[in-house]
């Protein structure tokens, strides 16, 4: 019932930028919140930064992007952006779109849903 796309991945030297987009769609009465993941190779999913809209838009970053991403939210499209500055080799993972949704129904529901995940690759 919520449908999570997100764009923006692909190839990059290090030193470069990338900008990833997450749009939400579906039966959606508020979103809370949302947020990018990553999982590279062999390793568990991690949180990357999120953005809490119920509190006006306070964000959080994991400590190995801070100062390098910025995530930034369009509440008129349900999009959630993820502007990566200054990338590294390390960063090269699959990026998940996470959004926290209250959808209307019958009834209001509040659940997590995710994206389908885009491939960022920083070559050295």
């Known amino acids: 019932q919520v449908q999570l796309v997100e764009s923006g991945g692909g190839l990059v030297r290090a030193g470069g930028s990338l900008r990833l987009a997450c749009a939400a769609s579906?039966?959606?009465?508020?979103?809370?919140?949302m947020g990018w993941y990553r999982q590279a190779l062999g390793k568990q999913r991690e949180l990357v930064a999120d953005i809490d809209i119920t509190t006006g838009g306070i964000t959080s970053y994991a400590d190995a992007v801070k100062g390098r991403f910025t995530i930034s939210k369009d509440l008129h499209k349900n999009t959630v952006y993820l502007q990566m500055n200054s990338l590294k080799p390390e960063d090269t993972a699959v990026y998940y779109c996470n959004a926290d949704v209250t959808i209307a129904t019958i009834e209001y529901f509040r659940g997590d849903y995710w994206g389908q995940g885009t491939q960022v690759t920083v070559s050295s």
């Open positions: 579906g039966k959606i009465f508020s979103v809370n919140a």
